[in-house]
C-alpha cells in the first residue's frame, strides 16, 4: 500500500475542518458572526484549493482509499464552493439563531463527508462517509427549528435506518464476496470470480443504498419532505452536494471499479428502471405543487432520474453523468438560494407560488436569477442545465435506447408545467397588495443568487464558443 | 463576420435596453437604432449574396475544436434574414407606446437575435439552440404584455413548442449519432443512412411541424396570436411561423431525402387540411385577431404543401409564401392591434363604416386583405399559385381540395371587409355594442411609417416575385435536386 500523501489530497478537507474547529471555539465564545465567517473561509479556501491542485494532475490514490487529482479533486471543490455559498447566503440566520453555527459547521462536515464519499475508494470509506452524510442531513433539516421540520427530520431518519440497514447488508455481502478486502480496486477481480448470484444481489443492495441517497424513485418519499421543512439555505446545500457525490461514486462503483462490466450487465434494467421511474414520478409530481420548495423536491427526484440514465448507457454515459451532475448542482444550488432571497424580499412569505406573485417587480434582478435557476433546471439552452440534458440524450442515443431518449425529454417538458409556473407566478401574476414599504433588497441570499446565475449562464453559454470539453473538462476524472 | 453581426447587433441592443431602458426615450432610441442597423447589416448581405450568385456566401466559424458558433448564409437564408430584420423595425415602432418599454424591447430584440441565428446557424447544435432561445423572449413577450389571457396563452405556447422541440432535439442528436457526423453543417450535407433516416426525420419533423404549424399540432397558435402583444403578433406570424418550413428545408431535405420522400404525401395533406381548415375556422371568427391567426394556419398550409412537392417550382412557391406572409400578417396584425388600441375591442361586429372614419387604416386594410386571399398581382398570388401548381404535378388533382380553402379565403377576407370597412357607421343594431368609430383618430404619422413601407413591399412583390425568386434559385434549385435524386 502506497502511504504517500501528496497535498492535493488532504490539504482540501483539511481547510474545511480547520475553519470548523475556528469555528466552533469563536462559537463556544459566544462570537457567532465570526464563527459562521471563519467556517465560510474555510470552505472558500478549500474550494480554491481544490480547483487549483485538480488542474493538470493525473488522477492518484491517496493511502490507498482515496483517489484525487482532475475530478477526483475538481469535483469536491465545486461542492465546496457551492457549501460556503450556502453558508454565505444564510449568514444572517446562521449569525443570529442559537444553533446557528452549529448548522454551518454541519454544511461544511457535511461537505467533507461528500468528499469522501465521492473520492474514496473502500468500502468502509463508503460506509463511513454515507452515514455521515446522512446524519448530517437529518441534522439540517430538523436543524429549521420548527414543527414540522422536526416531524420530517423525524420521518427521514426512520427510512433513513432502513436504508441503512440495506447499506450494511450490502456492503457486508460485499465484504464477504471479496475475502475481506475492502478496497474497490482489489475487490473488483475478487467479485468477478465469485458466484453471481450474491454478486447481484450485493449489488442490488448497493443500488438501493444509493437510491435512498440520491433520492430515487422508488425511495423519494422523504425528498419533497425534507426540502420543504428544511430552511432554504440548508436544502440548497442537501439539494446539491450529496447529490452530486452520492451520483459520482455510484458511477464510479459500477463503472470501472467495484463492479466490472460484465457483472454489471444485468442490473442495468435495474438501473434504468429506477431511473426512469424517477424521472416520470418527479416531472409529473412537480406540476401540481403549491409549495416551491416542495416542487424543488419533485424536481430533484425528476433530475437524479436523468443522472441514473447516463450511468445505465455504458462508456458514453461517464462524461455525460458528470456533466449532468454538474449542472445540476449548481441549478439545485442557485434555485433554492433566490427562495431564500424571496423570503427576504417578502418577510411574510408562505412558501407557495402565489405568494411569489408579482416578486419580479419588486425585485427584477431577483426575478431574473430565479428564472435563470428555473431554465437551467428545465433544460433549455444558454442555460447550464442545457448541456447536462444533452449529454444525456446523446449518451442514450449512441446506446440506441431512443425510447429512453423520448422519455426524458418528455419529462423534461412535464417538468416546464412545474418550472415555469415559478416564472409565471414571479413575473405575470399581480401581487396582491401594495408592499411598498415591506421587505428589504435582499441582502447576501440575492447577491449569492446573482453568482449562481452568472456561473450559469456562463456555463451555458462559454461551451457554445469553445466547445463543451475546454469549460467541462476540469471534471472528467 | 458580417453575419455575427446580424446577432449581435440585436443582442447588444437587447442588452443596452434591458440596462438601461428606464427612460422611454432610451430605449425608444436604442430599440430602433439595433433594428435599424441590423436591417442595414441584412440589406449589405443581401446585396453581397445577390451579386455573387454562389452557393453560399460566408462562413464564420470560431477557431478550435468543438465550437458551436458556425454560420452561413445562403438563398434559402438570406430572404428569411431580410424579413426577420424588417419586421424587427416594424414590430419597434408598432411597440412605442407600450408600458414598461425597457424590458419590452430587450425581449424584442433578444427575439430578433434568436430568430436571424436559427436562419443563420450552420452547426446542429446552434440551431436548436437558438431555436429554444427564440421561445424565452416570447413567453415573456406573452405572459408580460399579453391580454386577459396571457398567463394560460404564454404556458401553452412554451410548453406546445418545447414538446416539438425536445423530440426535435433527441433527432438532432441521433442525425449526429447515427450520422456519424461532426454537428456542423456543410454547404452540402451528405445523407445518412437509409435505415435510420425514417426515425430521424419524425422525430425532427415532431419539432418543425408544431412550429409551422399543421393542423392538428396549430392549437397553441390561435392562443398565443390572440393574446400577444402586437408586436409579439407581428414576430410570431412573421417569423417565428417560418422557422418549422425552414427547418425542413434546411435539415429534413439534405439529410434524409428518402424519408422526406416517403413521407411527402402525408406532409402534402396536411398542407391541404391547414389550407382549408385555416380557412373554415377563419370564416367563423369574429373576433379580427383570431381570424388573421387562422388565416395563417391556411397560409402557412400552402408553403407545407410547397415544400412537400420537393421540386423548384414549389420550394420557390413555399419561400414566397414565406416572405408574402410575413409581410402580410405583419401588416394586418399590425392594423388589427392600432385599432384595438383606438377601440378597446376586436369583434369584427362592433366596427362598420370604418371607410367612412378611418379612411387611411381602411386602405391599407383592404389591401392587406386582398393581398392575403391571393389576389394576382399582390405578394399573396405568386408563392400560392407556384405551391399548388406544383402540389399538381407531384401529387395529381387531389390537390385540387386546397380549391375549397381558396374559396373560403374569399369568403372570410371579404366578410371582414365587408363588416369592418363597409356598412353603416358603429351600426347599433349589431348584436355586441358598436363602436362609435367617428370618434377614433386615424393612423397618425408613425402609424402610417410602419403601414405603407410594408404595403408597397406587398405590391412589389405581387408584381414582381423575382425579387425574392431569384436571390433563392441556386440554392433551391441545389435542395430540389436533392430531393429529386431519390423520388
Known sequence: MDLALPLAAWLVPVLVLGGVVLGLVADALDRRPSAIVLIALGLGSASV?????????????????????????????LGYSLAALAVIAGFRRYA????????????????????????????????????????????????????????????????????????????????????????????????????????????????SAFAFKLGAFPFHAWVPDAYENADSTSAAFLSSVPKLAALVALLVIVRGTLFQADLFAPATSLLVAIGVGSLLFGSFGMVRQQSV????????????????????????????????????????????????????????????????????????????????????LTGIPLFAGFWGKLHVFAALLSNDSVVLAIAAGVAAVVSFGGYGSVIRAAYFEDSSDDEKAAGERGGAPLVVSIVLALAILALGIVPLLTGISRVYAVFSL | MTLALLIAIPLAGAFVSAV?????????????????????????????????????????????????????????????????????????????????????????????????????????????????????????????????????????FFIYTFAGSALMLVGLVLLVVQGGIGTGMPAAPLPIEPASQTLVFWLLAAGFLVKIPVVPLHTWLPDAHVEAPTAGSIMLAGVLLKMGAYGIARI???????????????????????????????????????????????????????????????LQGAMLGMVSHGLVAGLLFFLVGALYERAHTRDIRAFGGLGVTLPRWATIFVVASLASLGLPGLSGFPGEFASVVAGFGRFGFVIALA????????????????????????????????VQSAALGDLDARELLIAVPLMALIVALGIWPRLVTDIAAATLGALASLAGTVS
Request: aromatic share 8%; net charge neutral.
Open chain 1, 49 to 77: 484549493a481544490g480547483f487549483v491542485l485538480s488542474g493538470g494532475t493525473q488522477p492518484g490514490i491517496a493511502m490507498g482509499v482515496l483517489a484525487y487529482g482532475s475530478g477526483f479533486t475538481a469535483l469536491p471543490a
Open chain 1, 96 to 207: 443570529t439563531a442559537d444553533r446557528g453555527p452549529g448548522m454551518a459547521a454541519l454544511i461544511a462536515l457535511g461537505s467533507v463527508f461528500a468528499h469522501a464519499l465521492l473520492a474514496g475508494l473502500d468500502l468502509m470509506v463508503l460506509f463511513v462517509s454515507l452515514s455521515g452524510l446522512a446524519v448530517v442531513a437529518y441534522a439540517l433539516v430538523a436543524g429549521a427549528g420548527t414543527r414540522r421540520a422536526e416531524e420530517s427530520a423525524v420521518r427521514y431518519f426512520v427510512q433513513g435506518t432502513i436504508a441503512s440497514g440495506l447499506t450494511l447488508y450490502g456492503l457486508a455481502l460485499v465484504f464477504g464476496l471479496t475475502g475481506g478486502d475492502a478496497s474497490f480496486l482489489a475487490g473488483s477481480s475478487a467479485l468477478g470470480s465469485a458466484e453471481s448470484r450474491p454478486a447481484l444481489l450485493a449489488l442490488a443492495l448497493v443500488l
Open chain 1, 293 to 376: 420548495a416542495r416542487l424543488l423536491g419533485y424536481s430533484g427526484i425528476a433530475q437524479v432520474g436523468y443522472g441514473l440514465l447516463a450511468i445505465s448507457s455504458g462508456d458514453a454515459g461517464i462524461q455525460a453523468t458528470i456533466v449532468f451532475i454538474v449542472t445540476y448542482a449548481v441549478g439545485a444550488s442557485a434555485a433554492f438560494i433566490a427562495l431564500e432571497a424571496v423570503g427576504r424580499v417578502r418577510p411574510d412569505w408562505d412558501g407557495t407560488r402565489a405568494g411569489m406573485a408579482g416578486i419580479a417587480r419588486r425585485s427584477p434582478v431577483l426575478g431574473a436569477a430565479l428564472t435563470v435557476a428555473m431554465l437551467s
Open chain 2, 20 to 156: 438601461a431602458g428606464r427612460s422611454t426615450a432610451v430605449a425608444r432610441v436604442i430599440a430602433l437604432a439595433a433594428s435599424l442597423g441590423t436591417a442595414g447589416v441584412a440589406a449589405v448581405v443581401w446585396r453581397a449574396y445577390a451579386s455573387s450568385a454562389e452557393a453560399l456566401t460566408y462562413e464564420f466559424t470560431i477557431e478550435g475544436a468543438g465550437s458551436f458558433l458556425r454560420l452561413a448564409a445562403d438563398g434559402l437564408s438570406v430572404p428569411l434574414v431580410a424579413l426577420t430584420a424588417l419586421l424587427g423595425i416594424i414590430a419597434v415602432l408598432a411597440s412605442w407606446n407600450v408600458e414598461r418599454i425597457g424590458a419590452h424591447m430587450s425581449l424584442l430584440l433578444a427575439l430578433e437575435a434568436a430568430v436571424i441565428g436559427v436562419f443563420l446557424a450552420a452547426d446542429l447544435i446552434l440551431f436548436y439552440v437558438a431555436w429554444e432561445a427564440v421561445l424565452i423572449p416570447m413567453f415573456f413577450l406573452i405572459g408580460g404584455w399579453g391580454h386577459e389571457n396571457r398567463r394560460y396563452a404564454a404556458m401553452k
Open chain 2, 252 to 314: 429534413s431535405i439534405p439529410y434524409t431525402p428518402d424519408a422526406f420522400a416517403a413521407a411527402s404525401p402525408i406532409l402534402a395533406a396536411l398542407g391541404v387540411i391547414g389550407i382549408v381548415y385555416g380557412a373554415a375556422m377563419a370564416l367563423g371568427q369574429s373576433d379580427l385577431k383570431r381570424l388573421v391567426a387562422y388565416s395563417s394556419v391556411a397560409h402557412m398550409g400552402f408553403v407545407v404543401l410547397g415544400l412537400a412537392s420537393g421540386t423548384e417550382l414549389g
Open chain 2, 403 to 434: 380549391g375549397i380553402g381558396i374559396v373560403l379565403a374569399g369568403a372570410y377576407t371579404l366578410r371582414a371587409v365587408r363588416l369592418v370597412v363597409h356598412g353603416e357607421p358603429a351600426a347599433t343594431s349589431a348584436p355586441v355594442d358598436g
